[in-house]
């Protein structure tokens, strides 16, 4: 069974990838610029590095395909809500024909890390993030790559859903912004040399 695959079922496949990167967020525009799309933010950023343009896919997802460097790399950005995520990644995985966890890169927010601080991971636990454990859920494994970028802890636990969710202020603003740069620099390391050491060299860089 290749990765993603249900049981004895068959992946569908279309156009294979290399890599597929997926960006997590919420879609509609009052959650732009908000903590919790960062990931969409990403993938935003390498679609304008590389001309491309996302487009609506029957995966639940804008979907694109771009060259970085010698790969062809699919990105996308899920249009189902983040708690849902899996329902989108799951069909994104079959139709690239995703056959190893290690091509699947997921750019997301990481409230366990200061503001602006990004880190490359593979595996490992969820920090309790609703959207990998949608992902897991549906693809039976959590052995995918992950780009985690900070945004701090709330002020209190009463205020986690606020922090993620409102527009952020101009100090963090700044540091997002940069670390948004850090974290498409990152997608690009592991798609020219790898997960191992795009982490070795953005968790040094960045600590």
Do not use: W, Y
Not at 5 to 29: K, Q, Y
Not at 65 to 89: W, Y
């Amino acid at each position: 069974m290749a990765f993603g695959g249900r049981g004895g079922d068959r992946p569908r496949r279309g156009t294979p990838a290399d890599v597929l990167v997926v960006g997590l967020g919420n879609p509609g525009s009052e959650f732009d610029g908000t903590r919790h799309n960062v990931g969409f933010a990403v993938v935003d950023l390498l679609e304008r590095r590389h001309n491309g343009r996302l487009k609506s896919g029957k995966e639940r997802a804008l979907v694109d395909e771009v060259r970085i460097g010698q790969k062809r790399v699919a990105l996308a950005k899920p249009t189902t809500f983040m708690n849902l995520s899996g329902e989108s990644v799951s069909p994104l995985v079959r139709r690239f024909g995703i056959d190893e966890p290690t091509a699947l890169v997921i750019v997301h927010d990481e409230l366990d890390l200061p503001t602006g601080t990004v880190r490359v991971k593979i595996g490992g636990g969820l920090a309790g993030h609703n959207g990998l454990r949608s992902i897991k859920a549906h693809l039976h494994d959590d052995n995918f790559v992950r780009v985690r970028i900070g945004v701090g802890k709330p002020p209190s636990k009463d205020e986690g859903v606020d922090h993620v969710l409102k527009r952020v202020g101009k100090a963090d603003r700044e540091l997002l912004d940069i670390a948004i740069e850090v974290a498409a620099d990152a997608v690009e390391l592991i798609v020219s040399d790898g997960a191992d050491s795009a982490m070795n060299r953005v968790n040094a860089r960045t600590a």
